[in-house]
């Protein structure tokens, strides 16, 4: 598994997107709610861009004649036929089981210093520096 840095994170806010092109394909790693994802830019309808879509929540189970919306930055909408997906796992709302975007793993790592460094040793009081 190869690894990309895509940005730091106070680059990327809550609500927000990055569409990366990595690997030959097309990305999108979003920030839902302080969590990221990342999911194939491409609706498995008709092959949509789809990480350019409105990001929104959905309507949750209620009782009869009320309405309760939810999970506000976690439903992404293909910007063609409006197909809806979980950006957490990358099922469609509709039919989770056979409609899907694959996902990719996405991580928060601590910055590496980007610094060469070199073993140095101290022999008989002379410095030797081995490169």
Same mark, same amino acid.
């Given at each position: 598994?190869?690894?990309? +840095?895509?940005?730091?994170?106070?680059?990327?806010?809550?609500?927000?997107?990055?569409?990366?092109?990595?690997?030959?394909?097309?990305?999108?790693?979003?920030? *839902?709610?302080?969590?990221?994802? *990342?999911?194939?830019?491409?609706?498995?309808?008709?092959? %949509?861009?789809?990480?350019?879509?409105?990001?929104? $929540?959905?309507?949750?189970?209620?009782?009869?004649?009320?309405?309760?919306? $939810?999970?506000?930055?976690?439903?992404?909408?293909?910007?063609?036929? $409006?197909?809806?997906?979980?950006?957490?796992?990358?099922?469609?709302?509709?039919?989770?089981?056979?409609?899907? &975007?694959?996902?990719?793993?996405? %991580? +928060?790592?601590?910055?590496?210093?980007? +610094?060469?460094?070199?073993?140095?040793? +101290?022999?008989?009081?002379? &410095?030797?520096?081995?490169?």
């Amino acid at each position: 598994m190869e690894r990309y +840095v895509i940005c730091k994170v106070t680059e990327m806010q809550t609500g927000q997107r990055k569409i990366v092109q990595v690997g030959g394909r097309s990305i999108g790693v979003f920030n *839902a709610n302080g969590t990221y994802y *990342a999911l194939r830019n491409s609706c498995p309808h008709q092959g %949509a861009p789809l990480c350019l879509g409105r990001v929104t $929540g959905t309507t949750l189970s209620s009782q009869p004649g009320q309405y309760r919306y $939810g999970r506000e930055g976690e439903v992404l909408a293909c910007p063609w036929h $409006g197909w809806e997906f979980d950006v957490t796992t990358g099922k469609s709302l509709f039919d989770p089981q056979k409609c899907l &975007v694959k996902t990719y793993d996405v %991580a +928060v790592e601590p910055v590496q210093d980007s +610094v060469e460094t070199y073993k140095v040793s +101290v022999e008989e009081d002379v &410095v030797v520096l081995y490169v």
